[in-house]
């Protein structure tokens, strides 16, 4: 049996110095963390429409904004243990520290698992209910309050929406106008390709698809600005659609509705021609000659009322279709009055 | 259809990177016609210096034979390793510039959005299929059948196989910054936007085809690794006695057998909505764009759980060696791995929650995501107990380790974050969610990567890695990944979408400045790693352990001379525990002379994988650019090869036991002839491999 | 190590066949484990041919498109090429000659062949109805799904005459019984995919 037992080996007491301090490491971690905190609170304070649900501008944002600082608390349970133990251990029981105990085969302790399972299991357990019920409460699809809400019908070109109101014969692109005192009931859908309709401050975004139809509902509690986007990717315009949605007063918003059916464009079908083309706002803008308008706004008035129902029928051979595969699905289960809705849009 | 129209399908000299530029020279044009021209020329210029290199000092032969027709795993390993390197420096690159055109994107930037585009589809694909699968295939590839006592993997000429398909779908992404454009719907294709109605061009199916070719690599890979662990382990070593990695690496194998055929479908069907006009998923005439979305998902949450599982077991091996302990709980970390394997299937609805389904079927996939979290948690309290009561040795792999373990969590925490609908009706699509996957895959896959790159390299190559400059790579990717993506997480929380080439609102401008600092520091590490390497080579004779065992490892590999003989074995071992070696060299069992030798049998060399991977590009090709000809061609080659294969009778060597009993007894004479280092002098010239196994303050 | 019972999918060759006995479980397994994940990808044309059967977009569905008594026939075409290959595989295992394993074989080759005519012949009127993939997500499903098999069912005909190649070549040997247990695998799967696609597309659509 060969064995080493007798070769030379070396046991010094010299210690040596490592070549890169593992304090070194942790203090630049700690240095980091605390600066990236202090320009998220920084970047919050700016003038122009407001951006983030973190200053929320409406139930739903307010509502997901407790949501995210109260699963970001909770988690913290299990993952500050883990960022101070991990460096204080890898020092307590760094190799030359001999005061510390060696326990080499200690693989195992009852107790231990218990908590290392137990505490991540009831966290996500509490984590779980919380999430059922936020979940069913902020479904887009879930109507925010028995107020009347405002209709609007938006649909998604390359690279700007179009808002229609259709109980009102107007539409606009570039801004969506609503009052504070109703909230806002949004069907959507895509004259092209996947979009995502986004309004952080006020609430969730939803997918916007060609042939189907998706809800979402929000509300404003303020009057104000806010920055709204399409946050999936359709081309290179991409980055050029975005939106105001401005919360009015009720006085406000009857005056902007007055406003623009007097001076909107017609809606005829060259017109329209032009909002389809592959174009951005600012080139849909010269086009139509808009600059009557404020900046990044287009108004239209006579809007024909089943523009939105065509568009989404144009990708089923222009044919009215069942409910079910207006939402992809082949059985749509929604609430009768969703599925009404959608009926109307695709009988209407 | 004319003759030219025949032969060149539909490529035009528009097609070349510098074409629009001459034609159209605005502003915008030449400055990306010049990034593109100068990408493009990198890859010629790269091919032609590695073909002249190669011709210059007459190693054609020696390529051929040693290493591309190679069967064996080792081999095998080392060059999926190179070709992730090689892929990782693009995509480094890529992100780079991305980064830098965010910092200055605010009304505009330098980059076209066509081209910004192409450059976040690219480094998805790339970092994803032809860095981080390469990279993992290869280290289990490396060091899976030597921990398992075995000679090589189940189906070695299919292992080989793999390989080419890998490579042949990674140069396919290189020949697109040469030849026409690759695609702009980011690594995850979503139709319509990548149907042909609205992207006629080449792009896309240079992302199908070099996809196709990957996965259909992946899945053999897959069933090869689990048939390996299933049936080649070594006498004694039942499941119970595996070392962790190569638990993951069997859990990570039985998701790629069934994660892959999802992407394959998808892939395909694209392919045939594109190609002959199919509905699968057009906007009209019955096509359902959400069928992609769950297809793709169905492979792609699996997929990210095909990632992280290996850099999991890398940690297991990395804690429990530098800690100079046994795992803690390494049941936990079995059933847990094994959990995560099986729930990974479970969850993929949370890529789409805001697609418009009901909130119920939101919330189920919601709650299964969270699950997921349980296990993961656990296997990190099971490592951050395994340095308890150890002797930690701060070396690289283990700074790798400890950094992991502090960023990770928080990218498990933006996951729990995520898995919530309603907040993710918020954060889906930004860079929230961009910083989610960057904190998973940067600390988790690619510091498990790195660490693995350093642990096993002097197995393979017999000499260590300089750890000076280990430390200074570990800290550029630390310094690199904090500064470049936490910002994220906060313009995410303000609303940026991602893919967005520029914006308007000078609220973001610091964040995209200091997430540009960390790109450069990244940039800088990629760079250490090549100095790093380029000085240990260098140095290999001061860094030399040729006796096996630099790092007092404690599992199979490391009883074996560095670089370990072909058949890696001579006797194949008999394990009675886990941490088979460490128990060898407690019991003073280890080093020892078999009692009998035998001639081995094992696979000659074969020219099927190179071949079927030389077809499987030129099929890829000729489909992206309609040449007929050359995909009949090249599959018709491909089948030829294929048959001919199956006539093949000559396929094995055999190794006389004469010759393995002279290597194994001048291995064993230079282990005697070693002088064996404590812990102390690990990092010293005089470690050559040879562990002073006894510790000589009191052990409990 | 101790003498162990060697299993493994298929047809058990046993003791009397010791060169292949002894490598058929590794490289059994790992064809049924190819198997499965084939399994899957037939699995996923499956739900996506449920999830539109209803896409028609006001073109022809199954009850305008399938000819039963062609299906019908296929089945039996293929369902009995499943019975020979089990005899040319008994034959395999017990012969003392090769005759009757490539008289099987052969058999079986052309049942196949019938199988993929027939089908070839189907898909062909299908078109002349004016009712090709291109015309609507029910009618790319189907074309997907059940062609799928077909392409299947064709490289198992083309792996068989190369095995009957090497046969000629070389004689039962080996590589050849190795290889005739994984095409023997294979060539019931496919039955299996062809039963539930029968079930699902053929019978589901005509009810």
Known sequence: MLSHANAPSEWEDVYEEDSVPPEFTRRVHRLLFASCAALLVGGCTSSGPDLSFLDPQGPVAAMQRTHLFGIVAIVLIVVLPVIVLAPYYAWRYRYRNRSAPYRPQWGFSRPLEFVIWGVPFAIVIGLAVWLTQSTVALDPYRQISADKPVRVEVIGYDWKWLFIYPDSGIASIGLLAFPVDRPLSLHLTSDTVMQSFFIPALGSQIYAMGGMVTHLNLAGSAPGRFLGENTQYNGTGFAQQKFIARAMTPAEYHAWLKHVRVTGIPMTPEVYDVIR????????????????????????????????????????????????????????????????ASNAAAGG | MSLAHFIFGRLTPDDLPFWQMLQHPTGANIVNGIIATTAGAIVVLGAAVTVGLITRYGKWRLLWSQWLTSVDHKRIGIMY?????????????????????????????????????????????IMIFFMAMPFLT??????????????????????????GLTAAGAALVMVSLDIGQFSTGGWSGYPPYTEAAFNPGVGPDYWIWALTLSSLGSMMTGINFAVTIYKRRTCGMGFFRMPLFTWTALCTSILMIFAMPPLTVATLLLALDRYLGFHFFTNGLGGNMMNFANLFWLFGHPEVYILILPAFGVYSEVFSTFSGKVLYGYR???WATMAIAVLSFTVWVHHFFTMGQSADINAVFGVATMLIGIPTGVKVYDWLFTMYRGRVRLTVPMIYAIAFMMLFVIGGLSGIVLANPSVDYQVHNTLFLVAHFHNMLIPGLLFGMLAAYHFWFPKAFGFRLDERWGMIAAACWIIGFVLAFFPLYAVGLLGFPRRTVAYFNPAYVPYMRVALVGAVFIAAALGSLFVQLWISVRNRQAYGAPAGDPWDGRSLEWATPSPPPEYNFPVLPEVTARDAFTRAKDSGAAYQIPAQFADITIPKNSALGPVLGAAGALIGFGLVWYLWWLTVAATAAAVAAIIVRGFARDTEKVIPASDVEREHMRWLDLVASTRAVSRLRELDAANTGLAAHAIPETAQ | MTEKVIYHPGLRLGAAHPDAHEGAEELLFGFWVFLMSDAIVFGLLFATYASMLHSTAGGPGPKQLFDIRSIFVETLALLLSSFTYGMASLSLKYGRRSGPLVAWLCVTLAL??????????????????????????????????????????????????????????????????????????????????????????YLGGLT
């Open chain 1, 277 to 340: 083309k592959r174009t951005t706002k600012a080139a849909a803008r010269n086009a139509l000659g808009a600059d009557r308008f404020p900046d990044g706004e287009i108004y239209f008035t006579d809007v024909p009322s089943n523009l939105f129902p065509r568009v989404v029928r144009s990708f089923h051979g222009g044919v009215a279709t069942s409910a079910g595969l207006l939402r992809g699905t082949p059985s749509g289960h929604r609430s009768s009055a969703d599925a009404g």
């Open chain 2, 81 to 125: 390793i190179v070709l992730s390197f090689v892929m990782l420096t693009r995509a480094v690159i890529e992100a780079v510039l991305m980064r830098t055109q965010q910092a200055f994107g605010l009304d505009g930037g330098f980059l076209s959005p066509n081209h910004f585009a192409q450059l976040f589809s690219t480094h998805g694909t």
């Open chain 2, 138 to 163: 290869g280290v289990i590839n490396y060091a899976m059948p030597l921990q398992i006592g075995a000679r090589d993997v189940s189906f070695p000429v299919m292992n080989s196989i793999s390989l």
């Open chain 2, 332 to 334: 936990s970390l079995v």
């Open chain 3, 112 to 201: 196949g062949l019938v199988f993929l005519g027939l089908e070839v012949h189907d898909f062909l009127s299908i078109f002349h109805q004016g009712a090709g993939p291109t015309h609507s997500g029910f009618l790319s499903a189907f074309f997907g799904l059940v062609p799928l098999h077909g392409l299947h069912v064709f490289t198992g005909c083309v792996w068989m005459i190369a095995l009957m190649a090497q046969m000629a070549v070389y004689g039962v040997d080996r590589r050849v019984k190795l290889g005739l247990l994984r095409l023997g695998l294979f060539w019931h799967f496919l039955d299996i995919v062809w039963v539930a696609i029968f079930s699902v597309v």
